[in-house]
């Protein structure tokens, strides 16, 4: 009998919801909270613990997390790590997608994840584990155990999985050859065919399409307009008052400069995870250029600047919630009568 350890969140793994997120992991044996959906449905295989970690706490201390769960599988380390699903939650999904890559190289063994296809862990390990692909959230539950059972099982029994529209896996963007009855020739002509006839057919070849954004109208005369400063460069106040997170952020503030002409060093700082912030918080400017923004300003050579700093963090953020986050901020500055915007990132 093989064995099974299931990793969750604080929420999946009932222990509360976001005032626990901070708690570090733990080890409880058998399955607990959402792990029973995968209990006695694995073949040849038993779960012999849950791993339950706040999502805070590991998106904040990765090493640290990580290190605590070494300490805890290294006593019965099993044969498979199954993580979430975690859908498009973004701490929780990194949480998942990092462990299991961590386990897998660490201990050898598999390891599986569920992941909506946006959420940011996707394109940053789906290269290295299987990831199944879910649906955005936990109304997608039944499906997502479903196809994860199902890959768990074929891995299990030592058969792999074979391609991602089989087995339900987001591609790792290998190649592999097939063997085919007819050359590529002829099926080109087939799918072709098919198309002009109306008829359903498949490419082999998939490409991805993205929204077509259209940009805005030039400024006419920026000595006329009001201009607003949005960052997702994770610039806050020093001590990260209202706890924008590091990466995977799913909200934003709002900080008021008005009077201030330059955002000082010691009074701002980068919280952002995916760059070195040494030289951003020697000089907060570098990132946000309030500085240089006033002195036109004061030139007249810049109408006005809107009265608040929009931060936020873009660090592995989605798209789903990178465009929410858009519409709400555009929704806030029309509003107010901006006219236009400059967003620096980092």
Known sequence: MKKVVIYTNQFFGQIGGEDKAGMKPKFEEGAIGAANLYKDKLENAEIIGTIICGDNYYAENMEEAKSTIYNLLDKNIPDMLIAGPAFNAGRFGIACADLCTAAAERYDILTLTGLYIENPAVEIYRKRIYIIETGKSAADMKKAIHRMLQAANKLLAGKGLT?????????????????????????????????????????????????????????????????????SGGMVPKGNPDHIPAATAKFYKRYDIRGVDALQKGKFESVHAGYDPVYANDNPNRVVPLDLLRELEKRGELGSLYDYLIVTSGNSTSVADATRMGKEIAAELKTAGVDAVIMTST
């Open 163 to 231: 391609s991602p529209e089989e087995d339900s896996y987001i591609p790792k963007g290998k190649r592999a050859n097939v063997f085919k009855d007819k050359t590529g020739a002829e099926r080109a002509l087939d799918m072709l065919v098919a198309k002009l006839s109306g008829k359903e057919y498949k490419t082999e070849v998939p490409i991805p399409t993205y929204e077509t954004v259209i940009p805005a109208e030039p400024v006419p005369d920026i000595s006329k307009i009001k201009l607003a400063i949005i960052t």
